[in-house]
């Protein structure tokens, strides 16, 4: 028992899965566990940053806090229902998507996340480490320049090649240590920032047309949008969860590990910008510190660890759902090297980077088209119930069949709506109805309704019939 008991406290074995379902003896995650990763991924300084974003557009502070809760509320809530599909089947997200995509119509899906993952992997490095060399200023390295730049990127993408590389256990074991020291970190600079300005909370610069404008903007930026971003992560964690486990405790622990950090984290950005301070967290924290930016320096650095050992290890996944022949750890390593001279471009072009951030900003409206399809088909279509031998059969006699058109249709069709309602950070993602409606955006809801509703209508025309067999993975 006590050996037990240690293996849950640090469990640090070497993950050997690949996206095979992970057999019962192996799941042996706990709703805890799942809310420091999510709460790790989010516990960042751009969520910080993302909260300022509505007084920048001129909303007020309560007005602002009251789009990040109920944003959450909903979006958090599409999350902790994709997760639920990991722990019920144990399988990855993009191997579920194989239930209504097909069998290599999931390469379609597959492809996107593989692409945004390891697009997120530079990006996520990149951008904290002007925020590093000045923390490093701070502290008394004097014109700390590119080679340490490159020192301290190069170091952080290691790290998190390390920790993916092993696998799960790892990732959750890091997440499972350090959240709480980067939450207690985030916890001094909540008080100081109260300490230090003078929060407005009811003052508002715009009204009309206007206002609902800048309430769609962010609620897509960290609303109900940013719930949305994570969808296609989710199983690939929580297919690692004890199956025993109560799904409420699946839905809530998930659920609250993205929606606290995102709106504690989001409020307190909005409560230094309504006073028109410096929205910088680390400019403003650095200079109260003082000789403790250390604490800062370990947050700044977290922040992008926590986030990227996700993203690698998806990435990972969603290459192997490709049907690619390889070890799980080979494939990782790939993606490691893919990002470092990803980051490396960075580093050398800040233009391209900037540039390059801002698209992927934008492109992420594929999620929703996505996410649409995923949920009508698993909750409406199966009733959350899922054959998962079949999602692993040959292409060429698969019982989900090889190509969902329908599935495929409808996404193209969401993705397309999504983007005329989409105003993103790069003119081409700005798209005809968003332009028309004085620049609102409502991406996530057009994409999400769209290709939902067209898939549940093409789904008994263009379907394939399914084929039975093995008794269906049955919900709890």
């Known amino acids: 028992m006590a050996d037990q008991r240690g293996a849950e406290l640090v469990d640090v074995r070497l993950d050997q899965h690949g996206i095979q379902p992970i057999p019962a003896e192996d799941r042996t995650s706990t709703p805890w566990q799942q809310f420091w990763i999510w709460g790790g991924a989010n516990l960042a300084p751009i969520n910080w940053v993302l909260g300022a974003l509505g007084i920048i557009l001129g909303l007020s502070l309560v007005e602002t ?21 990991g722990h019920r089947t144990g399988v990855n997200q993009m191997v579920l998507s194989r239930a209504a995509f097909g069998r290599r119509g999931a390469y379609l899906p597959a492809t996107a996340q593989m692409l945004m993952t390891m697009g997120w992997l530079g990006v996520n490095t990149w951008i904290v480490l002007d925020l590093v060399l000045g923390i490093f200023h701070e502290m008394g390295y004097e014109n700390p320049g590119t080679g340490t730049k490159y020192a301290v990127g190069i170091g952080i993408m290691a790290v998190q090649a390390v920790i993916a590389v092993v696998g799960f256990y790892w990732i959750q074991t ?30 508002s610069t715009v009204g009309g047309g206007d206002k609902w404008t800048a309430i769609t903007q962010l609620m897509t930026a960290i609303g109900i949008g940013w719930g949305i971003t994570w969808l296609s992560w989710s199983s690939d964690y929580t297919r ?16 609250a590990g993205i929606f606290v950090p995102t709106v504690w984290l989001g409020f307190v950005g909005a409560a230094i910008a309504s006073a028109g301070t410096e929205t910088d967290p680390a400019a ?9 930016s250390i604490l800062i320096l370990f947050l700044v650095m977290h922040g992008p660890v926590a986030t990227n050992i996700l993203n690698l290890y998806s990435a990972t996944l969603a290459a192997l759902s490709l049907d690619i022949k390889a070890a799980r750890w080979k494939v990782a390593l790939a993606v490691s090297a893919i990002g470092t001279l990803a980051l490396i471009a960075f580093i050398e072009s800040d233009s391209f980077a900037t540039d390059f951030d801002k698209w992927l900003v934008s492109v992420v409206v594929w ?18 119930q899922i054959d998962v031998a079949g999602l692993y059969d040959d292409p060429a006699s698969a019982r989900y069949g090889d190509i969902n058109w329908a599935a495929v249709i409808a996404a193209l069709a969401g993705l397309v709506a999504g983007w005329s309602w989409e105003y993103g950070l790069v003119e081409f993602f700005q798209g005809p109805v968003a332009k028309a409606t004085n620049n609102t955006d409502l991406s996530w809801l057009a994409a999400f309704v769209v290709s939902g509703g067209l898939y549940y209508v093409l789904r008994p025309i263009l379907a394939k019939e399914e084929r039975p067999s093995a008794a269906p993975t049955p919900a709890r």
């Not at 958090?76 to 599909?85: A, D, E, P, R, V």
């Not at 240590?177 to 300490?195: C, S």
């Open 284 to 292: 403003l924290v650095v200079a109260a510190f003082g000789g403790v």
């Open 367 to 384: 999620i929703a088209a996505w996410g649409g399809v995923m949920l009508v088909d698993y909750y409406i279509v199966r009733r959350g």
């Open 174 to 203: 890091f997440e499972k240590w350090t959240v709480p020291v980067a939450a207690a970190v985030m916890g001094l600079m909540t008080i100081l920032a109260f300490r230090e300005v003078d929060v407005v909370w009811n003052t």
């Open 65 to 85: 806090l009251l789009v990040l809760v109920i944003g959450n509320l909903v979006g958090c809530t599409l999350f902790g229902l994709f997760c639920i599909m």
């Open 240 to 255: 690692f969860i004890k199956p025993e486990t109560p799904e409420r405790k699946v839905f809530w622990s998930t659920f």
